[in-house]
């Protein structure tokens, strides 16, 4: 260790203890590399505040010695955000010991829990408490709630719920001077001029240290109906969302895109899973949730699909009879990133569209990817009620799948720019970190990025959180 590792060790010790200071490489490892493997840096140390004084103090003295600090949740994030840079100069700071509840109020149906709390966590105290905490993604396990906020998490039941923006209402945030800024308010009527907790939503750790927030509960959902309908194209998908909006309005709390290429991986990957429609193009998984106990929402799904069968809207439709049914049915959605992982390694792409721009743009940039690249495996899915796709290329089976993504670049530029000529999003969910910086500087408009650099400026003029990443 150098004499200044020696000092900045020895001061951040001070401040969060000397076993929540980490340096050696076995401890650090974890932390140094994401999810999915992809990036891979160092750091001067992982440090692992307990509260928010001391998240304060450690941003305090990373600004007085000039240390970038990255902050950390899960580590599930899948654009490498939390992964530091290869210079060894920036420490990470792992929120995952500040995870306790602050404060339940069920009459104001709001929850107030600090950030290294693991998504699960929050939903398990939201039930306890008789509530229901919607944000539901693959990794809830992992990934806590300061992630998700710093990354505007979406998952399964944005078309009903929003994204993690919508549930929130409150943040506390420690700033790059080490100042706390205590907007922990659990109203949902406040115009007291900018709506500040909007710009740290979102932005990836590179504005603020998200250290607690007060999300919203809603009333749990008694009656619960999934199925898995068949169609022939997307447009059908897109027309049965249209009946079911119609018919069901927000008691439709999914809709879930699945190519029968994409399910017949998912079932490769686990073979004991439900295949019981087989040899449709399309599917899609349908979740209907009614908080009232007797709510009629099966006989609405069932009557509604029955009438587009009879309007060869909808080929095949299976509703799930059990929880242990839907779960499987779940499954078959829940199973394809790890499949697809399993395939070896693939293009992905986390895209937003109109719904109604979506048939076209699959017509249009599926053939100028098959022209390009004829026998590389599309793999769609995604959150079709929300516009967003993950729209994915795997190699030719016979083919190397390394050698496969020399294409990136040009695939991504094939997928981006229909993605832009229709007025979508290049990244709907996953955010942006150190992946998607080249392409944010290509498809956003001169404008929105000197106002994204005006806040960054004015949030943290030294350029000490997060650097390299979004911007
Ligand atoms: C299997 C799987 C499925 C997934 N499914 C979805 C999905 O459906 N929808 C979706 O949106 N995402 C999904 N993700 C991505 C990921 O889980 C989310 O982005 C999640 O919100 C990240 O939370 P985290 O705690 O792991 O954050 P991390 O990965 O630790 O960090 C993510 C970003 O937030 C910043 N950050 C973390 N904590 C804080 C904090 N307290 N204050 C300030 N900045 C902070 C980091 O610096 C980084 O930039 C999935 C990931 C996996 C592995």
Redesign the pocket.
Known sequence: MGELDATVHARLASIVGDTNVLTAAAETEPYLI???GSFRGRARAVVRPGNTAEVAAVVRFCADVGTPV??????????G??TPDATGDEIVLA?GRMNRVRDIDPANATITVE??MP?ATVQEHAAAAGLYFPLS???EG???????????????AVLRFG??RDLTLGLEIVLADGRVWNGLRGLRKDNTGYDLKQL?IG????L????AAVLKLFPVPRTQVTALVALASVNAAVALLGRLQSALSDRLTGFELVSGVALALSRKLDPALPAPMPGHAWYVLVQVDDSAQDSPIATLLETTVATAVEAGVVLDATIAHSAAQAARLWALRENI??AQRREGPNIKHDISLAVSSIPAFLEECNAALLAAFPRARLIIFG?LGDGNLHYNLSAPEDHSAVDFLDNATAVNRIVYDRVAHHGGSFSA???I?QLKRDELLRYKSDVELDLMRAIKRALDPRGLF?PG?VL
Do not use: M, Y
């Not at 990255?70 to 654009?79: A, E």
């Not at 932005?203 to 590179?206: I, L, P, Q, V, W």
């Not at 603020?208 to 250290?211: E, S, V």
């Open positions: 994401d999810w999915r990255v902050p950390q949740g899960g580590n599930t994030g899948l654009c955000g939390a929120l950030a290294g998504l993604l693959a990794s992992s990934c806590t709630i300061g992630g998700n906020l710093s990354t505007n998490a979406g998952g399964t994204n993690a740290f932005a990836e750790g590179t603020g240290i998200a250290t990133s790890e959150h969910e996953h955010g970190g997060n990443k």
